[in-house]
Nanobody, 125 residues
Framework: QVQLVESGGGLVQAGGSLRLSCAAS????????MGWFRQAPGKEREFVAT????????HYADSVKGRFTISRDNGKNTVSLQMNSLRPEDTAVYYC??????????????????WGQGTQVTVSS
């Protein structure tokens, strides 16, 4: 079992920045691919970013590329999402997730084994 707890959400004006963090506990953190997803009201959960075991490889949704940065600290068992140039359409509940098995893209919720409870991000115009 892996427990994930997100923090750092809040209300920010368009153009502003937020940094989300996700603290993991339970099993060896470096054995998991980590991802961030988000879900807006009435919409499906969508991929935001993913990072490899060591942090050497990252992938982003086109909608956040160039604005968001995912990173991880395996010594501290944390994964972060730095969000810059925020837009109202970034408003959603943001979730971190951990994948402990091989998959193809890590861009889909079904590829992940563990989820945090989510943290609300609201961007006002």
């Amino acid at each position: 079992q892996v427990q994930l707890v997100e923090s750092g959400g809040g209300l920010v004006q368009a153009g502003g920045s937020l940094r989300l963090s996700c603290a993991a506990s339970g099993r060896t953190f470096s054995n998991y691919i980590m991802g961030w997803f988000r879900q807006a009201p009435g919409k499906e959960r969508e991929f935001v970013a993913t990072i490899s075991y060591s942090g050497s490889s990252t992938h982003y949704a086109d909608s956040v590329k160039g604005r968001f940065t995912i990173s991880r600290d395996n010594g501290k068992n944390t994964v972060s999402l730095q969000m810059n140039s925020l837009r109202p359409e970034d408003t959603a509940v943001y979730y971190c997730a951990a994948a402990g098995h091989y998959s193809t893209t890590y861009h889909y919720p079904g590829e992940y084994d563990y989820w945090g409870q989510g943290t609300q991000v609201t961007v006002s115009s």
